[in-house]
């Protein structure tokens, strides 16, 4: 999307590439390029010449074409999470798509799951946000930050000077010294999201119900302004030229 021309581009590749499972589950931005995390691995796509060099789908001992939830960039190593546990390479090998470039950890490494959702750097180590916890990287093994038990964490995220860690309708805090804090109440919705509002707040993508702001100890919510339904029932234009549509409440409209 270009902002000045209000104009998009498509990149049409992945769609049009023979890949069974074609989503994209996210980005991750160094200089000029672009890793785009997917169904299938992750593709290295390059800025100044609008294209894709190449994709790594294979790491290590995992199956191939497995899907990255989630991908960092992080003391000269590439990391990412996958539904079969983490791995990384050193970002200076030239071929990284070849299997062998690739360390691997599963629980047998001591994640609380291999099913990892989510990767920040914080604090000078790995953290990574599994379906059975939230695990730190050690001097020889992953360990379990036991104050989140063994709850599923969905996304990380650093705001100003701490982790923040969200699960499925929770969100808590991770200080450098280690110590963790409950953010706001619990919400009665699935969390899809969390990131930074620009001004060191947090903000949450928030499933069916916008995005939440913390103001204090509460959740804010903000809706998109428009329809609440993708299914409309009907549609008049009345005589000022105004369109009206009439969408219902559910996915049903």
Do not use: H, M
Request: hydrophobic share 40%; charged share 15%.
């Amino acid at each position: 999307y270009d902002p000045a021309k209000q104009t998009w581009q498509y990149i049409q590749d992945v769609l049009l590439s023979d890949k069974t499972r074609k989503g994209i589950t996210g980005f991750y931005q160094l200089g000029d390029s672009i890793y785009v995390n997917s169904d299938f691995g992750v593709s290295l796509f390059l800025r100044s010449r609008f294209e894709f060099r190449e994709t790594y789908s294979k790491f290590g001992s995992f199956p191939s074409s497995i899907r990255v939830n989630s991908l960092t960039i992080a003391g000269g190593r590439i990391w990412v999470a996958t539904s079969s546990g983490v791995a990384s390479a050193d970002l200076k090998n030239l071929n990284l798509s070849a299997p062998t470039a690739w360390t691997t950890a599963t629980v047998a490494d001591g994640l609380p799951s291999s099913r990892a959702n989510a990767l920040a750097y914080f604090n000078g180590t790995i953290y990574v946000g599994t379906d059975a916890g939230l695990a730190r990287l050690g001097q020889s093994s992953w360990q379990l930050v036991a104050a989140l038990g063994a709850r599923q964490i969905t996304r990380l995220a650093l705001i100003g000077s701490r982790l923040y860690v969200a699960g499925t309708t929770e969100v808590y805090s991770v200080g450098i010294d280690g110590g963790v804090t409950s953010v706001g109440p619990n919400l009665l919705a699935t969390i899809n999201d969390i990131a930074n509002d620009g001004s060191g707040n947090v903000v949450l993508g928030v499933d069916k119900n916008g995005l939440a702001f913390l103001r204090g100890s509460a959740w804010s919510f903000k809706f998109p302004n428009g329809p609440a339904s993708n299914l409309f029932i009907s549609l008049k234009v009345d005589t000022a030229g105004v369109l009206w549509a009439a969408s219902g409440i559910n996915d049903r409209g």
